[in-house]
Every structure is written in C-alpha cells, then in structure tokens.
C-alpha cells in the first residue's frame, strides 16, 4: 500500500510539471497571437523540456525576438542556457561569466564559431581580487560561499574542493549598449548581492534580470537574499514581475527562486492579450 507521503510527493510533482507546461503553452499561444513568438520554440519542446525555453519564452513578453540584445550570463556553467537563449534571439551578443577553469575551457568550445559570444573566467563579485570557491562533485552547486547544514545533506555534493577564482566587477568590463537590450542574469549560488553591487553602472542600462535568490538560510552565516535583492534592483528601476519556474526545492518548500525583473514602463506588458 502506498504511503500518504509518497502519495504527496507524487501529485505534487505531477501537478507541478502540468502545471508549468499549461503556463508555458499558454505564454506561447499569446506570444504567437502577437508575432512574438521566439525562434525554435514549440508545443513539442514546452512538452519534452520545458526548463530550457522557459526563460527565453518569459523574455519575448517584454522583448520582441528580433530586437538587438545583450545578455550577461552569470555562473554560465556549461553554456545550455545561453544557447537556449541565443537560438531564441537570434540577433543576441552575450558575455559568458563562468568562474571554474574546466567549465569555462568547455564555454570557449562549445562557442568558438561563435563571434558573438565572449567568455569572462572569473566570478562576477563586488570587487576585483581573488577568492576561494566550493567546488563539490555538482559542478551548478559550485559557491564562494559554504552551504548550510541542511542543503549539503539534502543535495549530493559528493566530495567537495577548493579553488582559487579571479572575481571582477560587471562594472569592469567595457560594452558598447547604446542600441542594444540588455539581459542580465544571475546564478550565482548566494553570491547574488555581491555580483548586483559590483554591477552599480551595468544596472542602469539593464532591461531585464533574471536572478536566482534565497528564501531559507543556505549559506552559513548568511540570510536569505530574497528581499535584498529586490530592494537592490529597485533602486535601479527594475521591479519584480514575475517567478519564472518552482525554484529548487528540497521537501515541499522552495529554498531558492528564479525572479524576473523589468522596468516599470515595461509592467503592462503583463496584462496585455
């Protein structure tokens, strides 16, 4: 006989997966009715994986395909979700920030034909300098910072290590913008509040962030960032607009969330049709 916790635990993540799909489906029915449908998405691919083109798929409600963009991919691990993104917006230019040297060597790989993508290996921080990183077997839980208890019981780390990493500034780095959107987005493993105050100049040029924050204590000695970093982008002009996925849940509650934010001339955009 099934247990009444395996039972929860399934209807959640079954209701969980339909439910995104049925979101995503109808976000695509909407941006089609508009011409604004991003290149190469479809039922089939919200269907098969929908945590790939979940993100470029939010994106085209505020910024139309075709337009000129430059994304700022932070912690870009092995590049997937740059790739997703520049198929989607074909006319992209983007900066890869992947701090672990093998995984930025894979970036330079995968990307060489590419002259519209440069790879930065280093971690983005508030400052310029060196710094020691956490690199467990997982390379996406990699952090500059060390895991609560409960989150490194919960995920498999396998044997953690550490390295040194170079760490610079978003500010540090010379764009040319003018004509282009900008995409900024974050994973930066509870560095987030680092990376946004190293990124004082970069901000106000943003158009849309997307940035993965803390809702429970992950790191030790280190609240969660939820709230600061809504604070933070609003002071710049970028307002939260919507919670792109479920976030990373260890039990039923997520500890972590994607956050989507835009300016606020941009807000209405929500509730066209």
Same mark, same amino acid.
């Given at each position: 006989?099934?247990s009444?916790?395996?039972l ?6 079954v209701?969980?997966?339909?439910? *995104?799909?049925g979101?995503? %489906? ?15 998405i ?6 098969r ?13 505020f ?8 994304? *700022?991919?932070v912690?870009?691990?092995?590049? =997937?979700?740059?790739?997703? &993104? %520049?198929?989607? +917006?074909?006319n ?6 992947e ?5 930025a ?5 995968r &990307? ?12 983005? !921080? ?6 020691? *990183? ?8 990699? !952090?500059?910072?060390k895991?609560?208890d &409960? ?7 396998g044997t953690?290590k550490?390295i040194?990493? =170079?760490?610079r500034?978003l ?18 493993q509870?560095?987030? %509040? ?15 962030a997307?940035?993965?924050? !803390?809702?429970g204590?992950? +790191?030790?000695g280190?609240?969660?960032? &939820? ?5 933070s982008?609003?002071?710049?002009g %970028?307002?939260?607009c919507?919670?792109p !996925?479920?976030?990373?849940? +260890? ?6 969330q994607?956050i ?14």
């Amino acid at each position: 006989m099934l247990s009444r916790d395996f039972l929860s635990r399934f209807c959640l993540r079954v209701g969980t997966a339909l439910r *995104i799909r049925g979101l995503l %489906l109808a976000e695509l029915a909407h941006l089609r009715r508009n011409s604004r449908a991003p290149a190469g998405i479809g039922s089939d691919s919200i269907l098969r994986c929908p945590a790939q083109v979940e993100m470029p798929l939010r994106a085209a409600r505020f910024i139309p395909p075709n337009a000129p963009v430059h994304l *700022i991919d932070v912690g870009a691990n092995d590049g =997937q979700w740059a790739a997703s &993104f %520049l198929a989607s +917006f074909p006319n992209s230019t983007a900066e890869l920030w992947e701090p672990l040297p093998p995984l930025a060597e894979a970036l330079r790989v995968r &990307f060489r034909e590419n002259q519209r993508v440069k790879v930065i290996a280093a971690a983005a !921080s508030s400052q310029s300098g060196t710094a020691t *990183i956490i690199q467990p077997a997982h390379d996406a839980m990699a !952090s500059l910072h060390k895991y609560s208890d &409960f989150i490194a019981t919960g995920a498999i780390h396998g044997t953690a290590k550490t390295i040194d990493v =170079q760490t610079r500034q978003l500010d540090d780095v010379q764009r040319d913008l003018e004509t282009r959107c900008v995409v900024l987005k974050v994973d930066a493993q509870g560095h987030e %509040l680092e990376v946004l105050a190293g990124a004082i100049q970069t901000l106000n040029a943003v158009t849309l962030a997307i940035v993965e924050a !803390s809702l429970g204590e992950m +790191f030790d000695g280190r609240p969660p960032t &939820f709230a600061a970093v809504c604070c933070s982008l609003a002071r710049h002009g %970028l307002l939260p607009c919507m919670f792109p !996925s479920a976030g990373t849940m +260890f039990g039923i509650h997520p500890v972590e969330q994607d956050i989507m934010f835009v300016r606020r001339t941009d807000l209405f955009k929500l509730h066209t049709d």
